[in-house]
């Protein structure tokens, strides 16, 4: 099947969850995120500079992008 990753706002854990491929629960999904925010190099404060805040629970577009960029599609 020829899924396509769909650039939109996304919950932080519906975005999580597509980058394990559903092989963590929802939130150890969202811990992985996270820490892989944390780890990427400048990742944190490039998205800070668009609007996210610790406890966002909405990843917008213009996050995601940079999310993708950065760590790749899941």
């Known amino acids: 099947m020829d899924e396509r990753f769909e650039i939109r706002p996304y919950g932080k854990s519906e975005l999580a969850m ?3 491929k559903n092989s963590m629960t929802p ?3 969202l ?9 990427y190099p ?17 990843i917008t577009i ?4 940079t999310i993708v960029e950065a760590i790749g599609a899941p």
């Open 27 to 29: 939130r150890a999904a």
């Open 18 to 20: 597509l980058y394990v």
């Open 42 to 58: 400048g990742l944190s404060e490039q998205l800070a500079l668009l609007g996210y805040r610790k406890g966002q629970r909405i």
């Open 31 to 39: 811990n992985w995120l996270n820490q892989e925010i944390a780890l």
């Open 62 to 65: 213009a996050q995601l992008r």
